[in-house]
């Protein structure tokens, strides 16, 4: 008799019971997560900036001097009047160099094509040498561009000097707002970027008088050129005072309200802009301020342009008409950037996250003015929509200098700086550009700007809005790095011989938005040999690859010898003295071990000590001088660890990572690396390694650290981890385990 079908409606329900556990842990880690990511570390009594008394304007003036902001707002003032010269002078420039409209649109915008790209590596430049003397260099080389365009003769050398002038103008993108965060008071930083703001508007309402006034004086088909010298000789002046300025200390205002000193600079290794991007990528607020001021871009580049495409074929404004009705549109900006500013000082003190939301409002209220402007048909109306509009912009603006100063860590300001002008004209701007161009054309200039202004505006203004909830948390992160820093500090000063060799503290590293290591914090001394267990998934390997720079972390800081090296490229790394043996793929299978061994080689700086390293190396490991010509990929297991850890022996490293020294290896295959390890640990060179068989881990480790779920459970000496079965047991079932 056959047997009955088995029923599946048990299988069925633990399969579902699994599954409904499993999403129900999904659901609380992301709500876990989000509740941090949005809470506050610290309280606002510790937040730099936050409560206290308001600082009246003349005392944060007479802290930071008057010099200073005059300058860089003179700086700005003067380089919007070669934007308005090109605009207002272009049938002039046209008709002397007998090129067309498209030839001279293009050449003008050369410069602001390497406007953009130049401004990444001055931020570069900016947060690591003198930024009054590069901003002061680089202001000169714009002064002599823009007399260099009064005087060429055809349009090659037209588009040299225009691209000249890109370049020497870049440089106010990244080191003005860093200077200004610097040099005044953080109770006083809002007004004084809106002080800094009120260039633009200033230069685009008076400049085009003071360009065609030189020209009408001068007279003559010429007279253009008079007019482009006449704006760069005062300049001139400008950038050499900016020489004899005197540098503010990077970070001053946030050191002293939070430590109430100034640290020393310390001799950091280089960073590269990659890395500082990826790691500004983790601070929320600058993330969504980014997103949503490169969707404003969409809208804000292009608009200017549309507007004189709309005032020259719907109302017939000649080319000098249309430039200062444009104009006009600016003065209500020089009444309302003040007031941001000072409200915005207001709304910092009181909770930070006001003051983005601030602008965020003022971005939405920039599309719907604009919106409800460029849709009526009088032409008085729209002028004064359009007015409002743009002054909502640039008041809005007030509020970018002082959020990013505060969230931002001060060694990677400019930086962050240029990025977001990196997003406004190149993602924004260009991009933006072409769709509204291309809408433009197809449906005319009304419609273009109802499709894309009001999108581009409430979606802008929402992301930022959004961002600020995470204003205090990221402030709070900036100032644990200080504090950790002033520590730190103070440690090396009191006992400079007891520097650990490795620091890792309040590291959280997340990928993409799952985060894996949770506020991990240890030290290994000089010589001292540490092991990593924990259970599969534990987030020791993530923590080896954040140690190493293959992982940019969320928060936290990793020193090496007490110098910061969180950001520092893994290359820098192994030039310290670092050398990580990962685990799986380490070798290079598909050359030989010679090769192998050639390629790892050039990490040793001196070429002449390069075969002895590899020949005492390979005495460590007798076994491969007999494989030397073997692929390496066809070697055992426990050859091709011999040949990592060939490696780490040859590089003589001061800091030696092993991931998982052991995995499937034979027992008389790691003893033999274990022999190996303990002649380096003998040598003193310092150890961290991952493993999965406690026997083996502390059978060489001085102290061990267990981890589960991205989290210390345990830090000690080694053998008092045998005593934790608790911890044990859960991995290895057993009390010691293999």
Known sequence: MPEAPTDPTPQRSAAAALTAVVVAEEEARREAQAAAEAGELLPDDLLPGVGGEPMPLREGIKAGGIAMIVALLLVNVIETFDQVALQVLAPDIQESLGVSKTTLQGLSSLGGVVLVVSTLPFAWLADRYLRTKILAAATLVWATAVACTGLVQNPISMGFARAAAGFGASAKIPITPSLIADQYP?????????????????????????????????????????????????????????????????????????????????????????????????????????????????????????????????????????????????????????????????????????????????????????????????????????????????????????????????????????????????????????????????????????????????????????????MKRDISLVVEELLDEQEEQRRIAQNPDDVPVLQVHNLDTSYGPVQILFDVNLEVRKGEVLALLGTNGAGKSTLLRAVSGLVIPDRGVVRMNGRTITLTDPEIRVAMGMIQVPGGECIFPGQTVAENLEVWSWLIEDPTKRKDRIAVALDTFPQLKDRMKQRAGSLSGGQQQMLAVCKAVMLEPELLLIDELSLGLAPLVVQELLEVVEGLRSTGVTMVIVEQSVNVALSIADRAIFMERGRVRFEGPANELLERDDLLRAVFLSGEGA
């Open 186 to 470: 953080i109770g006083v930083r809002t007004r004084m970027f809106a002080t800094e703001n009120l260039g633009r508007p200033l230069g685009l309402v008076i400049g085009p008088f003071i360009v065609g006034g030189v020209t009408a004086w001068v007279g003559g088909a010429e007279g253009w050129r008079w007019a482009m010298l006449a704006i760069a000789i005062p300049i001139v002046f400008v950038a050499a005072a900016l020489l004899v300025l005197r540098e503010p200390a990077r970070g001053k205002n946030e050191q002293e309200a939070v430590l109430g000193r100034v640290l020393d600079e310390d001799d950091e290794p280089p960073v590269r802009l990659s890395s500082v991007a990826a790691r500004l990528k983790k601070v929320k607020t600058f993330r969504y301020l980014t997103l949503g001021i490169g969707m404003l871009g969409f809208a804000l580049v292009s608009v200017p342009v549309r507007l004189s495409f709309l005032f020259q074929e719907s109302y017939d404004f000649g080319a000098f008409k249309r430039g200062w009705v444009l104009s006009l549109t600016y003065v209500p900006a020089l009444i309302l950037i003040p007031i941001a500013g000072r409200y915005g000082d207001r709304l910092f003190r009181r909770d930070p996250r006001w003051a983005v939301r601030l602008f965020g409002w003022l971005v939405i209220g920039y599309g719907l003015f604009l919106t409800i402007g460029t849709q009526l048909g009088p032409v008085e109306p729209l002028i004064l929509f359009v007015a409002i509009a743009n002054a909502c912009q640039l008041a809005a603006f007030t509020q970018v200098g002082p959020t990013i100063s505060a969230v931002v860590p001060y060694r990677m300001r400019a930086q962050a700086f240029a990025l977001i002008g990196f997003y406004i004209f190149l993602l924004g701007g260009f991009f933006g550009g072409l769709m509204v161009a291309a809408v433009a054309d197809a449906y005319g200039e009304r419609t273009a700007l109802l499709v894309v202004v009001p999108a581009a505006a409430l979606l802008g203004g929402l992301l930022v809005m959004r961002g600020a909830k995470f």
